[in-house]
């Protein structure tokens, strides 16, 4: 559905996107995580063909992003990170407009699901809006759109918890009953996790780390004290992988195979296993493996 | 309400009050000049009368008969005046300088260009509202005084032919002074910038054409000619229509060149996040 290649956007001498090879798949929820200056809006808006790319092209269903931006932003609904909007427009007066804008079939879902859901009151101007309130008016308007794609660059930064769980809501609604793909921005790691199929790693322009998290979910972590030598090579079938070999006889272990076959094979091991503890892994440690170092010594990976 | 339509709105929505105030004042100023020519054609008639001794020769700078030309030609030689100028080139640079940089500045622009707008579609919207803006003011001039004639009858009434071509001029003036403050904005990401130079590059023509008329400095006439208010001279387009066509040609290449110029930079350039 969306695939770059080699996209680059350089500012003189800095590079805002560096190589981004990758592909989007239709009907994922694609998560974009990194800090700021990780190059995550940037990759959105060359995506949107408001930047034209240094080097490299991107692609959406087939469009050039630069030189189709216009089809491709009829397939696109977009909810900028840093949300502006004229102050002096009522919220309805807001959303008809960005309505017209596509053809005005979208407003009656439009008001409907800002009135209904997000609790919002159009008839008041939007200057007089709470910075989330703004954001949910966006958000109403994107989540109406009859699009196929939906690009949410930070789109809980401004909401209070349950607001935040409403458009999480939303946006697995709008992946498994609108099959809309969508591509989601964020900072908050397990926003970002709850949601996602897959999840690139940002930071200073380049993608470090591509990770799916359908195959995350089934990863367990298993810390195994043995007695004596401590064992480095398993069965191949067991799917066993060390993380890391700590002092003491342990061993952190990756499992990403069948239960059954784990427990059978840790059953022939009791003589040599004294103490086990199984765990899941979250995003957060993944994050912290590439944002705890410095992005040049990490070369990038691909699960 | 399809998608231009829907921009023009907005646009127009935006600048209603600066149009709507800045129409009201040029409405009242030109009433104003004729209240003003009425005086003075009163106080002319007192001058000439049988026994006072005197000629009326205060329009002999301008072609034909007193009697033909006197009314027009006083109302419209105040739409040199400064009051006048200003509210239209206020409004040629703030539309101007509006019709990217500033969208860019306060962060609206990514609201509008996510959808499914083209760049040209949308600086295309701005042109047409600034356009129809300027018709609007230069309207209101001749609405003023038009309206302001029943009420104060000068010896001679204009037809309306003959103040819509001072008017004509007037717009081509504000077509010019927007084209290139456009054209600024159009690669810029800061509306002081355009503001700045549309001001400054305004200020300056019109300070040329002034040191160009200053009698002792006769040998710097010449510089006159690269002042684009050379080419806006209301009594004459009003009086004779001289030389109307080839300044309006000099005022709308300006602005056309201006505005061609924004839409291929506008077209090309990067649209960066507010920042």
Known sequence: MIVTEGLTKRYRKVNALADLSLTIRQGEVFGLLGPNGSGKTTTIRLLLGLLRPTSGHATVAGYDCWADSLQVRRLVSYLPGELRMPGSMSGFSLLRYLSDLRGGETLDRAVALAEQVMKLDLRRKVRTYSTGMKQKLALAQAFSDPVEILILDEPTSALDPSARAEVLQLVRQANRIHKQTVIFSGHVLSEVEEVSDRVAIMAEGRMLHLEDLHERRSLRLLLIRFTGEVPMDFPPELALTVRETREGGCLLLEHRGELGELLEWLNHQREQVVDLAIGTDDLKSLYEQYHQSKPAELEPTTR | ?275
């Open chain 2, 1 to 275: 309400m399809t998608p231009f339509l829907a921009l023009v709105r907005k646009h127009g929505r935006e600048s209603r009050w600066l149009l709507g105030l800045t129409s009201l004042a040029l409405f009242f100023l030109s009433w104003l000049t004729v209240v003003i020519t009425v005086l003075t054609e009163a106080k002319l008639r007192r001058a000439t009368s049988p026994g006072r001794g005197m000629r009326g020769l205060a329009f002999r700078a301008v072609e034909g008969r007193l009697s033909d030309l006197g009314s027009v030609a006083f109302e419209v030689a105040w739409w040199n005046h400064p009051f006048i100028l200003v509210n239209v080139l206020l409004w040629a640079i703030s539309r101007g300088s509006a019709g990217v940089s500033a969208e860019i500045e306060r962060g609206t622009l990514d609201l509008t260009l996510s959808r499914p707008i083209s760049r040209t579609t949308y600086l295309t919207s701005q042109i047409l509202s600034a356009l129809l803006g300027l018709a609007v003011l230069s309207s209101s001039l001749i609405l003023g005084t038009v309206v302001s004639g029943y009420f104060n009858k000068v010896d001679s009434p204009p037809t309306l032919v003959m103040l819509a071509r001072p008017a004509l001029n007037l717009f081509g003036l504000g077509l010019a002074v927007y084209g290139f403050t456009l054209m600024c904005s159009a690669v810029d990401q800061v509306r002081w910038r355009p503001n700045l130079i549309g001001s400054v590059a305004t200020l300056t023509s019109f300070v040329i054409l002034v040191i160009a008329n200053v009698p002792v400095l006769e040998d710097w006439k010449w510089i006159g000619n690269y002042s684009i208010f050379k080419a806006y001279d209301p009594v004459s387009a009003a009086v004779t229509g001289k030389d109307l066509g080839f300044h309006v040609l000099i005022l709308v290449g300006i602005g056309v060149t201006g505005i061609v110029l924004a839409l291929l930079g506008f077209a090309r350039r990067d649209l960066p996040a507010n920042s």
